[in-house]
């Protein structure tokens, strides 16, 4: 069975501080992919990053920068000196196999206080 | 703007009401799809339609019924709901066969059932 687990339900940091969502995943397939989205207030999940199973080298996007660990089945996000523009829940999903199907994480809501 | 417009975007109904919910994608996508978002609960796949055609029915309930009339229209007609379906309503798109599942959404209709 695929799953994504986010155990950090929310998060309160002050700006311009470094903050780490975490994120793991179940998953039996051998390719598979793995995304982070991010949900403003307005409700749409915008899409950040997509990382192919056999691609582990780490990203690094602005202030965004993600690392993948098939050793220990995670794919953490972190956001490096943090603004109140990042509040957002963060959401973690698992896509691949034979069906275009993403599971999601429950997502972790990041509150960035001024 | 992701491309994926909603409408409404809130939406009240009585258990006894009918409506539709609609969603319209301008991306030339060929993949559509219904996500229900609850409180606290990862979000939920509920319908997939690849080419038109109804491929995944995450055991919905009939009270939910989805439409594709073509591959930039979604509709989900909703009749004699309960409380419990109050949530927010997610459409996006994806252009299937790329090699992920990339996903674009719309901002969501934000339901409530009384």
């Known amino acids: 069975a695929q799953k994504v687990t986010q155990a950090q339900t929310e998060i309160s940091v002050v700006e311009k501080e470094d903050v780490t969502l975490d994120c793991v995943y179940e998953t039996r397939d051998t390719t598979y992919y793995l995304f982070w989205y991010k949900q403003p207030p307005s409700g749409e999940l915008v899409f950040l990053i997509r990382?192919?199973?056999?691609?582990?080298q780490n990203e690094i996007s602005g202030r965004y920068s993600w690392n993948f660990q098939k050793s220990t089945s995670s794919f953490n996000f972190t956001i490096t000196a943090s603004q109140v523009v990042d509040s957002a829940v963060y959401f973690c999903?698992?896509?691949?196999?034979?069906?275009?199907?993403?599971?999601f994480g429950t997502g972790t809501l990041l509150a960035v206080q001024p | 703007e992701t491309g994926v417009t909603q409408t409404p975007r809130h939406l009240v109904m009585g258990m006894t009401n009918k409506k539709s919910l609609k969603c319209e994608q301008h991306?030339?996508?060929?993949?559509m799809y219904w996500y229900k978002q609850s409180a606290k609960k990862p979000l939920e796949l509920m319908f997939v339609y690849n080419f038109k055609e109804q491929t995944e029915n995450n055991s919905v309930p009939s009270r939910f019924s989805p439409e594709c009339p073509n591959s930039s229209h979604l509709f989900l007609h909703l009749h004699t709901l309960q409380p419990e379906d109050s949530a927010l309503y997610l459409c996006?798109?994806?252009?299937?066969?790329?090699?992920?599942?990339?996903?674009?959404f719309g901002s969501g209709t934000q339901l409530s059932v009384l």
């Open positions: 996006a798109s994806s252009q299937r066969g790329q090699e992920s599942e990339k996903l674009f």
């Open positions: 990382r192919n199973s056999f691609d582990e």
């Open positions: 999903a698992l896509g691949g196999g034979a069906t275009n199907k993403l599971i």
């Open positions: 991306l030339g996508h060929n993949a």
